[in-house]
Nanobody, 123 residues
Framework: QVQLVESGGGLVQAGGSLRLSCAAS????????MGWFRQAPGKERKFVAA????????YYTDSVKGRFTISRDSAKNTGYLQMNSLKPEDTAVYYC????????????????WGQGTQVTVSS
């Protein structure tokens, strides 16, 4: 099991940017992929983006394509979500998660989760 800790959330005006970080601790990140999800008040948690740790292949939900960029720094055991051109509808608690296999990633059945970080975008 890997411990994941998110940081970088906050309050930003529409059109602004934030960079979220997800630090893996306890051991070297050896999971197959890291993903980001978000949950708005009263709504289900939804997939945002994912990156395979070794091949650096990235995936995005349609609503963030062209605005968000997922990346990782293996040496720092840390993943990132750069969020640009933020919109009020991006307001949510953002969670990072680790998937131990390609199948788990494809099925959105992630194995380890962080505690979440709040992102609020004002209009």
């Amino acid at each position: 099991q890997v411990q994941l800790v998110e940081s970088g959330g906050g309050l930003v005006q529409a059109g602004g940017s934030l960079r979220l970080s997800c630090a893996a601790s306890g051991r070297t990140f050896t999971s197959y992929a890291m993903g980001w999800f978000r949950q708005a008040p009263g709504k289900e948690r939804k997939f945002v983006a994912a990156i395979t740790w070794s091949e650096h292949v990235t995936y995005y939900t349609d609503s963030v394509k062209g605005r968000f960029t997922i990346s990782r720094d293996s040496a720092k055991n840390t993943g990132y979500l750069q969020m640009n051109s933020l919109k009020p509808e991006d307001t949510a608690v953002y969670y990072c998660a680790a998937a131990n296999s390609a199948l788990n990633m494809i099925k959105y059945e992630y194995d380890d989760w962080g505690q979440g970080t709040q992102v609020t975008v004002s209009s």
